[in-house]
């Protein structure tokens, strides 16, 4: 258990529709990043926000939008879902010194039909 | 914008060999990090090893160990002793000052018995 909690692990759903995706950094850590892996390819980033604010942003869809919550958790909200959309979204946290790396949740499957 | 660059995209050792794994990076930073993280089919991220781009001393963390060269913008990943729990997708990545995170692509290992 790496401390970064994802939820749900999978996701099936259909085109059109909207999903959001949940994510509960590790203890103490203040910054979330959202990154995209599509079928077997690397890690696209998405969009990080530090103790609520967003600090940058990847090439994120303007379907999609985050938060980050007082309580530090945040969220990825997908909508009007396509095919392509269909990938693992991975979470991760890093503290302030991040030059130790981020520690990645498990993920979340998203499959959209 | 910072690159990485994984050039291979699979690999495959006998078990008890040595295996290398290349990367290259472009950053216009100068102060920056380097990891490696693993991908077992279990999909979960998990950091093989970091390395100060500061430093000369190339890390090093139990059978895994890099060769770092900075002015080549080349940083690979020497695994040792290959074993069967070692088979999984390795990304090289790097962080900028921003705190950001930019994959490779990624190098599928595959560790024959």
């Known amino acids: 258990d790496s401390g970064v909690t994802q939820t749900p692990k999978h996701l099936i759903t259909a085109t059109g529709q909207r999903v959001t995706l949940r994510c509960s950094p590790r203890?103490?850590?203040?910054?979330v990043y959202w990154y995209q892996q599509s079928l077997d390819q690397g890690l696209q980033f998405l969009i990080q926000?530090?103790?609520?604010?967003?600090?940058a942003k990847g090439n994120i869809l303007e379907r999609f939008s985050a938060q980050q919550f007082p309580d530090l958790h945040s969220e990825l909200n997908l909508s009007s879902l396509e095919l392509g959309d269909s990938a693992l979204y991975f979470c991760?946290?890093?503290?302030?010194?991040?030059?130790?790396?981020?520690?990645f949740g498990s993920g979340t499957r998203l499959t959209v039909v | 914008a910072q690159t990485v660059t994984q050039s291979q995209p699979e690999m495959s050792v006998q078990e008890a060999e040595t295996v290398t794994l290349s990367c290259t990076y472009d950053?216009?930073?100068?102060?920056?990090?380097l990891f490696w993280y693993k991908q077992p089919p279990s999909r979960q991220m998990i950091l093989v090893i970091r390395?100060?781009?500061?430093?000369?001393q190339n890390a090093t963390e139990n059978r895994f160990s890099v060769n770092f060269q900075k002015a080549a913008k080349s940083f690979s990943l020497k695994i040792s002793d290959s074993q069967l729990g070692d088979a999984a997708m390795y990304f090289c990545?790097?962080?900028?000052?921003?705190?950001?995170?930019?994959f490779g692509g990624g190098t599928r290992l595959m560790v024959k018995p």
């Open positions: 991760a946290s890093s503290s302030t010194r991040v030059l130790y790396g981020y520690t």
């Open positions: 203890s103490g850590d203040l910054s």
């Open positions: 926000y530090y103790n609520g604010e967003e600090r």
């Open positions: 950053t216009s930073e100068s102060d920056y990090y």
């Open positions: 390395q100060e781009a500061y430093k000369q």
């Open positions: 990545a790097c962080l900028n000052a921003g705190n950001m995170l930019t």
